[in-house]
């Protein structure tokens, strides 16, 4: 403990660690991400998707929607990076996305959260410093309507991995 009129030293969040995921545990993204017009267009624009139903106003007016969606792939990297900060931080890399699904659309001022749940967590075969975390991720929307869920695997290091060493600025 800090004597009077020291500076505190505070414990700063790294992220989770393979050791710090059980099955069952959920992760709320405690950041909300409000989708703009620039997002949905500029994401257009750099995958050179030319659906239209995406950026012309006029041509979205007359579907079902009444108005332009998000494009569903922005919709996935936007939910897969709120949920980093409570699930992948720590990642070698990911390993798969699967059974994507897209139960509601997504509007330009829609604001998501990433809901996580922990499906499976396995030792790596291949590397000892490092383990295996299989989640279930839901995007919900700020009616809490589901908007994307999938799941993804990762590689994720373990708390004493000597590659986070220079990293995380610990000593050995």
Same mark, same amino acid.
């Given at each position: 403990?800090?004597?009077?009129?020291?500076?505190?030293?505070?414990?700063?969040?790294?992220?989770?660690?393979? &050791?710090?995921?059980?099955?069952?545990?959920?992760?709320?993204?405690? @950041?909300?991400?409000?989708?703009? &017009?620039?997002? =949905?267009?500029?994401?257009?624009?750099?995958?050179?998707?030319?659906?239209?139903?995406?950026?012309?106003?006029?041509?979205?007016?007359?579907?079902?929607?009444?108005?332009? @969606?998000?494009?569903?792939?922005?919709?996935?990297?936007?939910?897969?990076?709120?949920?980093?900060?409570?699930?992948?931080?720590?990642?070698?890399?990911?390993?798969?996305?699967?059974?994507?699904? @897209?139960?509601?659309?997504?509007?330009?001022?829609?604001?998501?959260?990433?809901?996580?749940?922990?499906?499976?967590?396995?030792?790596?075969?291949?590397?000892?410093?490092?383990?295996?975390?299989?989640?279930?991720?839901?995007?919900? =929307?700020?009616?809490?309507?589901?908007?994307? &869920?999938?799941?993804?695997?990762?590689?994720?290091?373990?708390?004493?991995?000597?590659?986070?060493?220079?990293?995380?600025?610990?000593?050995?």
């Amino acid at each position: 403990m800090s004597e009077p009129g020291e500076p505190r030293q505070t414990q700063e969040w790294r992220g989770r660690f393979f &050791e710090d995921f059980a099955v069952g545990d959920v992760y709320r993204s405690w @950041l909300g991400r409000t989708v703009n &017009e620039a997002d =949905n267009v500029w994401f257009s624009n750099l995958t050179m998707n030319t659906n239209q139903m995406h950026f012309n106003r006029e041509y979205a007016g007359q579907t079902e929607f009444a108005q332009p @969606l998000v494009v569903s792939t922005f919709t996935l990297a936007l939910v897969v990076g709120l949920s980093v900060r409570d699930t992948s931080e720590n990642a070698v890399a990911n390993l798969g996305w699967s059974d994507i699904k @897209l139960p509601k659309p997504v509007f330009v001022g829609d604001t998501l959260w990433a809901v996580s749940e922990v499906q499976s967590v396995r030792e790596s075969g291949s590397r000892p410093n490092c383990g295996i975390v299989g989640i279930q991720t839901k995007g919900v =929307n700020q009616r809490d309507e589901v908007v994307i &869920e999938f799941a993804r695997s990762f590689m994720i290091f373990k708390r004493d991995a000597p590659e986070l060493a220079s990293r995380t600025g610990r000593r050995r």
